[in-house]
């Protein structure tokens, strides 16, 4: 494959579906594209905004947190393994709504309750506990809400 037909197969992916860096990087590499013209074609892209890493950063933030019900951390750890800029990351995380953020981890925790048959408090706390950690929520909100939810 030459380089104009790569980078129009890459514009193709990237006008369909958001893409970040490495992901384009990797697609490029797997088409055996030559190295040196993997890097040529990478900036062709963001010149002409095809791919930006902060855009994708904010879309896919937005979307994992929306539908996924994932938490910060969770999301920060995806995020830096596609090797977006950790001031990237950060700069997406902050659009996350704090009050949206609390009340999507109370809601998770709520319906799992739902759904433990056990009575014991302390096995209903780890079960919860490991659930919302899983879903990438900071511990010491994940231990807050579930004290509060379990007193109600």
Not at 122 to 132: D, E, G, Q
């Amino acid at each position: 494959m030459t380089k104009e037909e790569a980078l129009l197969k890459a514009q193709n992916i990237c006008a369909q579906q958001e893409k970040c860096e490495s992901d384009i990087r990797k697609k490029l590499l797997d088409w055996k594209i030559d190295p040196l013209h993997v890097d040529e074609v990478i900036e062709n892209l963001k010149e002409t905004s095809f791919i930006s890493d902060e855009r994708y950063a904010l879309f896919f933030a937005k979307e994992k947190f929306n539908f996924n019900k994932w938490g910060k951390i969770k999301i920060e750890y995806s995020l830096k393994n596609k090797q977006i800029n950790s001031a990237l990351i950060q700069k997406a995380l902050e659009k996350i709504p704090e009050e949206d953020y609390e009340l999507t981890l109370q809601n998770q925790l709520q319906k799992k309750l739902k759904g433990i048959k056990d009575t014991d408090v302390y096995v209903i706390k780890s079960k919860l506990a490991r659930y919302a950690l899983s879903k990438g929520f900071e511990s010491g909100k994940v231990f807050d809400m579930i004290s509060e939810i379990l007193e109600k």
